[in-house]
């Protein structure tokens, strides 16, 4: 493969040798995760970190893009397959278990779990070793995209951290669909990008998809909940 013409298009969008140099954590391999990962492959990511506890099951193939033929797999080994048909020279470590401290992430965590109390947990490992956190949260067509690289971003995120008895009913993928995944994905990549060339990137973002609506900055919790009730009011 010409790695020269691979990346003409991204030439001056993403700094391939600084994009290299970095060890790239993806913690949960599910609907944004795997997306996440995919795109890091294909943006020229060159050392990735995969953790998933989980097996492939078939709504999996609806919403989160896997195969058929990866019914039973590890999501890990699956998605890393997937990144080596998109470029062999990619390292990717895969973890088959729940994040554990002891599996020292990357510069670079990008959360994509399914609960606030996972979250918590994780973020009280790495918050101290990582220089780019990025935590992608979806229920239906609402997304919120949280990202801490600096003292006032780390201290706002921890304010998103709330017990998980307050959290909306329902788990990330209770409801969901590739295409918002997606979109998840591309937002958290694009700020991910916006970090590696020092431009400032929005610690709290939120896009509802059915209300054709988007904010960026300091969210309230309040307005998260409206967003969530308003597209739930709307489906039905």
Known sequence: MNTTDRFSRQRGLVPLDKLKELKV??????????QVAIQLASVGAQQLQLIDF?????????????????LGRSKVEATAEHIQ??????????????????????????????????RSAIWKSVKD???????????????????????????HYTTTLFP?????????TTQST????????????????????????ENDTVMNLLASEMSCGIVTIGTIKNNLQEATQRSN
């Open 85 to 118: 048909r998109i470029d062999p020279g990619i390292q990717v470590v895969t973890v088959l278990d729940r994040y554990r401290p002891q599996q020292q992430p990357g510069d670079v965590v990008f959360c994509c779990v399914d609960s606030i109390s996972s």
């Open 25 to 34: 954590t993806v913690i949960g391999i599910g609907a944004i995760g795997r």
């Open 178 to 201: 590739i295409y918002t995944a997606n979109l998840a994905a591309g937002l958290m990549m694009h700020q991910f990008t916006r970090w590696i060339r020092r431009i400032p990137v």
């Open 54 to 70: 989980d097996i492939v099951e078939p709504t999996n193939t609806t919403t989160q893009g896997y195969l058929q033929s990866d």
């Open 164 to 172: 998980q008895s307050q959290a909306q009913t329902g788990t990330c």
């Open 129 to 155: 070793q990582t220089r780019f956190w990025c935590d992608g949260r979806m229920l239906g067509e609402v997304i919120r995209i949280l990202t801490a690289t600096d003292l006032p971003s780390q201290a």
